[in-house]
C-alpha cells in the first residue's frame, strides 16, 4: 500500500505543501554552505531569467572557456518563474518544507524533481559518498482550505525560530524575514498571506501570529 502522500493530487493553481526528510533521518544540511547552495538553486529556478544578461557575458572578449561553458549550461537549465510561486520556506537540519502554488498540473513535479536532484548531485560530491540523501519521494500535500494555508506557515516559521540562536549565530533559514518586513527576496511571495492579516485581522501582525503559536507550544498561553 502506498505511504501516506505517496500519491500526490495535482490540479491547476494549486495550494501545496512540499517536504521531505534525510533517508534513515539523517541531516541533509551539514553547515551553512550547504543552506546557501539550497537557497541558490531555489534562486535559479524561481528568479525569471536574463537572457540579455547572458547574451551580454557571451560575447565579452576575455571570456573563458569554462565561463562560456557555465553561462550556456545556465541558459538552458529549466526554470519556472512563470510556474511556481514560492509562498514560504523553512530548512531544518534534516528536512525541509515548502509552501508553493503552481500554475499548472505539472508544474511541481518537474521542480522538484530538478530541485532535489542538483541538490544531492552537489551534497555528494561535496561529501564524497553515493546513493539516496532523501527518504524516498518527496512528499506534496495539497492545501484544501484558508485556515490550513494559514497555521502552515506559521508552523514552518514558528519550528525555524525554536532553533535559532541569535547570541550564538545559530540561525535556522526561512522565509520569516521577508513576512516581517526585515528582507525582500524576488522569489518569495508571502504577500497573500499578509494580506490576510492586513484586511481580516489588522490589530494582528504576522509577528504576533507566530508567536502565539510557540507560546501555545511552550504552554504559556
Same mark, same amino acid.
Given at each position: 500500500?502506498?505511504?501516506?502522500?505517496?500519491?500526490?493530487?495535482?490540479?491547476?493553481?494549486?495550494?501545496?505543501?512540499?517536504?521531505?526528510?534525510?533517508?534513515?533521518?539523517?541531516?541533509?544540511?551539514?553547515?551553512?554552505?550547504?543552506?546557501?547552495?539550497?537557497? !541558490? =538553486?531555489?534562486?535559479?529556478?524561481?528568479? #525569471?531569467?536574463?537572457?540579455?544578461?547572458?547574451?551580454?557575458?557571451?560575447?565579452? #572578449?576575455?571570456?573563458?572557456?569554462?565561463?562560456?561553458?557555465?553561462?550556456?549550461?545556465?541558459?538552458?537549465? !529549466?526554470?519556472?518563474?512563470?510556474?511556481?510561486?514560492?509562498?514560504?520556506?523553512?530548512?531544518?537540519?534534516?528536512?525541509?518544507?515548502?509552501?508553493?502554488?503552481?500554475?499548472?498540473?505539472?508544474?511541481?513535479?518537474?521542480?522538484?524533481?530538478?530541485?532535489?536532484?542538483?541538490?544531492?548531485?552537489?551534497?555528494?560530491?561535496?561529501?564524497?559518498?553515493?546513493? #539516496?540523501?532523501?527518504?524516498?519521494?518527496?512528499?506534496?500535500?495539497?492545501?484544501?482550505?484558508?485556515?490550513?494555508?494559514?497555521?502552515?506557515?506559521?508552523?514552518?516559521?514558528?519550528?525555524?525560530?525554536?532553533?535559532?540562536?541569535?547570541?550564538?549565530?545559530?540561525?535556522?533559514?526561512?522565509?520569516?524575514?521577508? =513576512?516581517?518586513?526585515?528582507?525582500?527576496?524576488?522569489?518569495?511571495?508571502?504577500?497573500?498571506?499578509?494580506?490576510?492579516?492586513?484586511?481580516?485581522? #489588522?490589530?494582528?501582525?504576522?509577528?504576533?501570529?507566530?508567536?502565539?503559536?510557540?507560546?501555545?507550544?511552550?504552554?504559556?498561553?
Amino acid at each position: 500500500m502506498p505511504s501516506k502522500n505517496a500519491l500526490k493530487t495535482y490540479v491547476d493553481n494549486g495550494y501545496y505543501h512540499i517536504f521531505n526528510r534525510g533517508v534513515e533521518k539523517r541531516s541533509i544540511f551539514l553547515d551553512q554552505q550547504d543552506y546557501e547552495q539550497f537557497l !541558490n =538553486y531555489l534562486n535559479e529556478y524561481l528568479q #525569471p531569467k536574463d537572457d540579455q544578461s547572458f547574451f551580454n557575458k557571451l560575447s565579452h #572578449p576575455g571570456l573563458r572557456s569554462r565561463e562560456k561553458d557555465k553561462i550556456i549550461r545556465m541558459m538552458r537549465m !529549466n526554470n519556472f518563474s512563470g510556474e511556481i510561486s514560492l509562498i514560504a520556506y523553512a530548512l531544518m537540519p534534516n528536512h525541509f518544507h515548502l509552501l508553493v502554488k503552481q500554475k499548472n498540473s505539472v508544474s511541481i513535479n518537474t521542480f522538484m524533481r530538478s530541485l532535489c536532484t542538483r541538490y544531492v548531485q552537489f551534497f555528494n560530491r561535496k561529501y564524497q559518498r553515493v546513493g #539516496p540523501l532523501f527518504q524516498g519521494v518527496y512528499k506534496a500535500v495539497l492545501i484544501k482550505d484558508q485556515s490550513h494555508y494559514l497555521h502552515l506557515s506559521r508552523y514552518m516559521h514558528a519550528q525555524t525560530l525554536k532553533f535559532t540562536d541569535v547570541d550564538h549565530n545559530i540561525v535556522q533559514p526561512s522565509s520569516y524575514p521577508e =513576512y516581517i518586513g526585515d528582507r525582500k527576496t524576488a522569489w518569495v511571495h508571502p504577500q497573500e498571506i499578509l494580506s490576510f492579516f492586513n484586511n481580516s485581522y #489588522p490589530a494582528l501582525s504576522y509577528a504576533q501570529f507566530v508567536s502565539e503559536y510557540r507560546d501555545l507550544e511552550s504552554g504559556e498561553l
